[in-house]
Structures are given as C-alpha cells and as structure tokens.
C-alpha cells in the first residue's frame, strides 16, 4: 500500500509539471519576426538617406552663396579697370567738334584745321609744289580709334624776306601746325615772337640738327598729338 500511494504521488506530480509548463512557456516573450527586423532597418536606413540629402542641399546652397560672392568681387574689380582705362584712353579733344568751332588762324592766311586738300589749293595757287615728306596711320583697335598724320613741305616757302622749307602738318585730315626753318632765323623770330594763347602757341626751336625754326600750333590739337603719342606710341 505505502508502494501504491508512492506511485499515486509521482503521477501526481507529473501531472503538474505537465499543467505548469505550458503556463511557463506562456510567459515567455515573443522573438520578433525578421519582417519586424526589416522594417526597422529601412526606416533608419530611410532617416540616414533624408539626412545626407539634406546635408548635401546646405553644403550645395554654401557653395552657391561662396561662388556668388565671388562672381561679385570679380565683376565689381573688372568694372573698376575698364573704367580706369577708359579714363586713361579717352580722348581728350573731339578734333571735329574743336574744328566746328572758331579755329584760330595760324600764319599767312592759313587756318587751323583746314583740310588737306584746301591747304594744297591754296599753296599751288600761290604758286608752290608741296611735297608728301610724311604719312602715317594707326588702324582702330582696343580703346583707340583710327588716326592718322601726314605732314607736307614746301622747300623754298618764301616769308616775311626770308626763304626756307615750311612743313604744313595734319591730324586725322585737319591743319594743325606749320613750322618755319627759315635762313634769316633771327629776324623772323624778331617779327614772330613766341607767345601763348588760350588757342594758338608760337615757338621758337632747334631740331637735332642744330636748324632754328619757328612753329605755329593749335593748342586744342596739339593737345591731342601729345596725348596720343603717349598712350599709343
């Protein structure tokens, strides 16, 4: 009997674990299911991708804001030169427009800017043969617009009792001086003293040869011959 309710209390026994264990296992907490695990990783991989955009759309709006100012600079500086320069280049006499106005008269009827042909007119009326002693031109280009200079001579000019070569010189078409080398220096010096007015200038020189002569110039022109001898020459 004592054999009897031994083998009753193992039964027992095994009863209950056999009600316990599902109760236990009960408990337990769910392992998440690799869709779950999916999910999660595209979500932070999803934040991680918007992040980098975003990041990348700031550094790309720097880089425009860099890029701009710098353009800036750089057409501000190149505003500044080319105004310098166009200051620098500009001429500083409108020869037609100095034309237009009352040109002084130089010597011996002959007036300042008067054109080419008119003053060789008017020599051959007077008898004289002038002779082209120099002609140039400079062609338009950068900031320069064309010119050009020729000078005419008559050897035996004959002036105030004295004889010599004249030179007749033109700039751009027009008259603007006339120099006198002639043998009786001294005296036509005497009659022609050097002075300046607000138009015209009368001097007395010495080329390199060592010959006197005597000049009449165009203040305004000779303005402009200066000038352009010292930006494109």
């Not at 720097?62 to 501000?76: D, P, R, Y």
């Not at 020869?95 to 007119?121: K, Y």
């Not at 020599?123 to 950068?142: D, F, M, R």
Request: aromatic share 8%.
């Amino acid at each position: 009997m004592h054999a009897l309710q031994t083998r009753r209390t193992r039964l027992c026994t095994k009863s209950a674990e056999t009600h316990l264990t599902p109760a236990i296992v009960g408990t337990q907490s769910p392992r998440p299911s690799k869709a779950g695990t999916h999910d999660g990783q595209a979500v932070r991989n999803s934040r991680r991708s918007l992040g980098q955009r975003q990041a990348l759309k700031v550094h790309t709006i720097n880089t425009i804001l860099k890029l701009s100012k710098t353009l800036a600079a750089l057409i501000a500086l190149a505003t500044v030169f080319f105004a310098a320069a166009g200051l620098r280049y500009q001429e500083p006499v409108n020869i037609e427009r100095v034309c237009e106005d009352s040109p002084p008269p130089l010597i011996n009827n002959f007036n300042s800017c008067s054109l080419v042909d008119q003053t060789l007119d008017f020599l051959e009326a007077e008898g004289y043969k002038p002779v082209l002693l120099e002609s140039s031109e400079k062609n338009s280009g950068l900031l320069r617009k064309k010119s050009s200079l020729k000078i005419l001579e008559v050897p035996n000019y004959k002036m105030n009792n004295s004889t010599g070569p004249a030179q007749f010189s033109f700039i751009n078409g027009r008259l603007f001086a006339i120099s006198y080398f002639p043998k009786a220096s001294d005296a036509v010096f005497e009659r022609h003293p050097a002075s300046k007015s607000e138009t015209l200038t009368v001097k007395h020189l010495t080329n390199h040869q060592g010959l006197k002569y005597i000049s009449w110039s165009n203040n305004h022109l000779e303005t402009y011959i200066t000038w352009r001898i010292s930006r494109f020459s």
